[in-house]
T-cell receptor, first 114, second 117 residues
Framework: KAGVTQTPRYLIKTRGQQVTLSCSPI?????VSWYQQTPGQGLQFLFE???????NKGNFPGRFSGRQFSNSRSEMNVSTLELGDSALYLC?????????????FGPGTRLTVL | AQTVTQSQPEMSVQEAETVTLSCTYD???????LFWYKQPPSRQMILVIR??????QNATENRFSVNFQKAAKSFSLKISDSQLGDAAMYFC??????????????FGQGTILTVHP
């Protein structure tokens, strides 16, 4: 079974631009979570989607948004990019995120904001 | 809010030796899950082991085992017979089993493990 895939793997943008990152979960998985990883803040939860609905959201500004499609693929969007948005963005998928359900991570998208 | 603390920023071990990584957490909940993830230089986060809080028995996966002390809110990872491929950043993570904390893993700061040949 193929793992979680994320595209693109690397991205360079300039301040003020917007960016869209994509995540394809493991086949059959319906929950997708997004995390931001930076050297200073570590790993922080952005949001989680299940069956096209956002069920949980972390403490990030409204510039960070996401959505999930009917095939469970998910996208996250960051508008009006700031230098501090430079980070590794990880998505993780799981079957239903209930019980001891395990989240499997993708390889990440490295975003650099200049 | 839950917090996870890994007090060892770096650890090192000789190949074939045993090393223990520490993790403590703070929560008022009684039902939750704990995980250890490994992140090698490739940055792909890989699940190492998980523990359900309601289970008293410590989880074991081959060379990896945990010492789960619920009352002390401690969750350490023991790696036996360390291999060069174990070198990575290790993250301890917490997930609530209740409420609306869907998908939210709370991570510690990580411990960089170096394995010397």
């Amino acid at each position: 079974k193929a793992g979680v895939t994320q595209t693109p793997r690397y991205l360079i943008k300039t301040r003020g631009q917007q960016v869209t990152l994509s995540c394809s979960p493991i086949s059959g998985h319906r929950s997708v979570s997004w995390y931001q990883q930076t050297p200073g803040q570590g790993l922080q939860f952005l949001f989680e989607y299940f069956s096209e609905t956002q069920r949980n959201k972390g403490n990030f500004p409204g510039r960070f948004s996401g959505r999930q499609f009917s095939n469970s693929r998910s996208e996250m969007n960051v508008s009006t990019l700031e230098l501090g948005d430079s980070a590794l963005y990880l998505c993780a998928s799981s079957f239903v995120i209930a019980g001891a359900d395990t989240q499997y991570f993708g390889p990440g998208t490295r975003l650099t904001v200049l | 809010a839950q917090t996870v603390t890994q007090s060892q920023p770096e650890m090192s071990v000789q190949e074939a030796e045993t090393v223990t990584l520490s993790c403590t957490y703070d929560t008022s909940e009684s039902d939750y899950y704990l995980f250890w993830y490994k992140q090698p230089p490739s940055r792909q986060m890989i699940l190492v082991i998980r523990q359900e809080a309601y289970k008293q028995q410590n989880a074991t996966e081959n060379r990896f085992s945990v010492n789960f002390q619920k009352a002390a809110k401690s969750f350490s990872l023991k790696i036996s017979d360390s291999q060069l491929g174990d070198a990575a950043m290790y993250f301890c993570a917490y997930r609530s089993a209740t409420g609306t904390s869907y998908g939210k893993l709370t991570f510690g700061q990580g411990t960089i493990l170096t394995v010397h040949p």
